[in-house]
């Protein structure tokens, strides 16, 4: 389905929603340990008869999207006493405080004879006894899901201040076939990995797709020149072409914030230095010049800064510099090896793949390189990329043995919740998008 936009209205509604916005319910999210916040999410209301399904579907998915974020527990449906028929119907509180329920949330939905659909929604705190949203939409029944993750990441929002990742997708190296010939394509899925479609065949290697700020483009490395080479892929189309008209040697591109240029390696196959390109024109500017390896470069939220990984020091360390490139500060300072690093989209932290002692980790730390953290660890993982809010990293995990593959998981920026992200096949390197819109 296009990626343009699908929604036809967006209200509010409910008398009582502006007077909730100084409501007690918020979850504080920080580095200590997160009792997960117990919401009742009774099934959707079918207003039609063709609308039953659909009122399942979205339930099913609100509640996995908020459980899956571990700060939410929902309480099973059986262990309601409350019952919501109406959904105008006064919400009876006492039911619902009895059985230690935070957050209610209702819904309500609509399925007209063209395939259209009005969904609705209520959040309520139950010991304020204050309703604190209600949001309704409208749109296609194919946007279903696009539309559940859309609710999620509103009641996310009210509940923790912060925007929520849920309507957002994942590109991917989709891989399979024997070890030793392996065969990788692109892939792209929802977050929570439905809807995979695959963008490219596995004819020629692909490595590191990247999104667009818009999340309507790619930007990736392929061999199918012959040697690794960066391109541009429209993801609705999926036309594509090549950056560096030069054909030089280009690997590890990033999108910098506006979407106007692109930060890459390029080498002449003895060092590789790291290289900003204007998209629209193909124009060049070097930003290293040393004889050391320069890799993987990503800009800061605000594009002024610029994080990368190099051995000018003799080992491989994580560095910054200005967006103009010289200056170059190494950041990394604890035992063992710097990979990967991507900046976080709060501008806060900056993750990374560590490699010590024979084992690889992702972690994160401050833009000083101070406060290291590591959140994982097994014999061979790397590749962290950032949900939009920050809250959130996935990267991929080698599985050993001669059937095992790579894997993708995610995990918070506590450390906690460690998840397998569901792929059709062995999936590395991912890349997650900014919120749809």
């Known amino acids: ?70 700060l939410f527990r929902a309480i099973p449906a059986d262990a309601h006493i409350g019952r919501v028929t109406n959904f105008n119907a006064p919400v009876q509180y006492a039911d619902w405080k009895v059985i230690n329920v935070h957050a209610l949330i209702t819904g309500a939905v609509t399925v007209t004879d063209d395939n259209q659909m009005v969904v609705s929604f209520r959040l309520f705190d139950i010991f304020s006894q204050n309703q604190m949203e209600g949001l309704q939409f409208a749109a296609s029944t194919r946007a279903w899901r696009r539309i559940g993750h859309k609710i999620a990441d509103r009641i996310y929002a009210r509940l923790t201040g912060e925007q929520g990742y849920f309507d957002s ?31 490219t065949d596995s004819s020629s290697i692909v490595l590191a797709p990247r999104f667009s700020p818009n999340a309507r483009e790619i930007i990736y490395t392929s061999y199918e020149t012959g040697v690794p080479q960066v391109f541009l892929m429209n993801v609705d189309t999926l036309r594509r072409r090549l950056i560096d008209q030069d054909r030089n040697m280009s690997f590890a591109p990033r999108f910098s914030p506006d979407g106007q240029r692109a930060i890459m390696s390029l080498s002449d196959g003895r060092n590789s230095d790291i290289y900003s390109v204007d998209l629209a024109t193909g124009q060049k500017t070097r930003l290293t010049r040393t004889p050391a390896i320069e890799t993987a470069p990503g800009y800061s939220p605000d594009g002024s800064r610029i994080v990368f990984e190099s051995d000018r020091g003799g080992g491989q360390q994580i560095y910054v510099m200005g967006a103009n490139g010289g200056n170059a500060q190494r950041i990394s300072r604890g035992e063992g090896r710097y990979a990967t690093p991507v900046w976080s989209p709060r501008g806060d932290l900056i993750a990374f793949t560590k490699i010590l002692n024979d084992r690889f980790h992702i972690g994160v730390m401050r833009t000083d390189g101070s406060g290291e ?50 792929t059709p096949t062995f999936g590395s390197d991912p890349a997650w998008s900014n919120l749809l819109e």
């Not at 050993?400 to 906690?416: K, R």
Request: proline share 7%.
């Open 169 to 199: 997708r994942i590109v991917y190296i989709a891989e399979e076939g024997p070890k030793d010939a392996r065969k990788k394509r692109l892939a792209v899925m929802d977050y929570d990995g439905a809807n995979n479609r695959y963008l």
């Open 1 to 70: 389905m296009p990626r343009q936009l699908i929604i036809a209205c967006l209200l509010a509604f409910g008398a009582s929603m502006t007077h909730a916005q100084s409501g007690p319910l918020r979850i504080e999210i920080t580095e200590g340990v997160i009792e997960p916040v117990p919401v009742a999410i009774p099934r959707f209301i079918a207003e039609t008869a063709a609308a039953d399904t659909l009122a399942g579907q979205l339930t099913e998915l609100v509640t996995a999207d908020l459980v899956n974020s571990g």
């Open 373 to 422: 953290r590591l959140l994982t660890g097994s014999r061979l993982e790397e590749g962290p990329t950032w949900s939009p809010n920050g809250r959130v990293i996935m990267f991929f995990r080698e599985i050993p043995g001669a059937d095992g593959g790579p894997i993708i998981y995610s995990v918070n920026v506590t450390g906690q919740n460690l998840r397998k992200v569901p």
